[in-house]
């Protein structure tokens, strides 16, 4: 069965300190990984995803994600952590078909 | 181009009695996805539309839950009768897979509190 695992409830980072918000997964087959945020009272947004080719995506607001195949994993990085970045951050895999499966979800504060 | 949209934004009923969710898509997205999120944890898959049709509903948590999507448009959740458990935030999200996008666009969600 696909999962995907947040294992850090919080991340706390000071401002223009990178950042990085850790995500695995468990799928049989070749996933479709992505990142979305949410912000207060807000629907969550895309930020990037992962479905072929190049390991190392980009996406909004200067995030980046790393596929690590042999890891199972698909953590969320920023070289310079900005205050306005603090969100809820979600992980999300997609295997066959459409339905998509979430983390619990990652908190981050950045600090100024 | 206007995003999707959920009503109402928040709900508190009692326990038994009925609440509908309403969520209108991006106009002329095809896939229209439930969603909730219970308590802090993860975003767990209800079902999916395809237009119309409902194309995975594996998620329902039980036959209090009916979703309909008439005429492929708008898309309604009733739950009926409301349980404790059923308390959450239930999100609505849509796609268009011929654009080649297979990420989805969310409403803002709406806050259901069963008392």
């Known amino acids: 069965a696909q999962s995907v695992a947040q294992p850090e409830d919080q991340v706390n980072v000071a401002e223009g300190n990178p950042l990085t918000v850790k995500c695995t997964y468990s799928?049989?087959?070749?996933?479709?990984l992505f990142w979305y945020v949410q912000y207060p009272n807000r629907g969550l947004q895309f930020l990037l995803k992962?479905?072929?080719?190049?390991?190392l995506v980009k996406g909004s607001y200067g995030f980046e994600a790393e596929f690590n195949k042999s890891q199972t994993s698909f953590h969320l990085k920023k070289p310079s952590a900005l205050v306005s970045d603090s969100a809820l951050y979600f992980c999300?895999?997609?295997?066959?078909?459409?339905?998509?499966?979430f983390g619990a979800g990652t908190r981050l504060f950045v600090k100024a | 181009e206007a995003g999707v949209t959920q009503f109402p934004s928040h709900s508190v009923i009692e326990k038994g009695q009925t609440v509908t969710l309403r969520c209108d898509p991006i106009?002329?997205?095809?896939?229209l996805y439930w969603y909730r999120r219970v308590m802090g944890k993860e975003i767990k898959f209800l079902l999916h539309?395809?237009?119309?049709?409902?194309?995975?509903e594996s998620g329902m948590p039980n036959n209090r839950f009916l979703a309909e999507r008439t005429g492929g448009t708008y898309s309604t959740l009733k739950v009926q009768p409301a349980e404790l458990e059923d308390s959450g935030v239930y999100f609505c999200?849509?796609?268009?897979?011929?654009?080649?996008?297979?990420?989805?666009?969310f409403g803002p969600g709406t806050r259901l509190t069963v008392t």
């Open positions: 992962y479905i072929t080719g190049d390991n």
């Open positions: 539309f395809v237009k119309e049709s409902k194309q995975d």
């Open positions: 999200a849509s796609s268009q897979v011929s654009t080649g996008k297979l990420e989805q666009y």
């Open positions: 106009s002329g997205h095809d896939n």
């Open positions: 999300a895999v997609r295997e066959t078909g459409f339905k998509t499966i």
């Open positions: 799928v049989s087959g070749n996933p479709y």
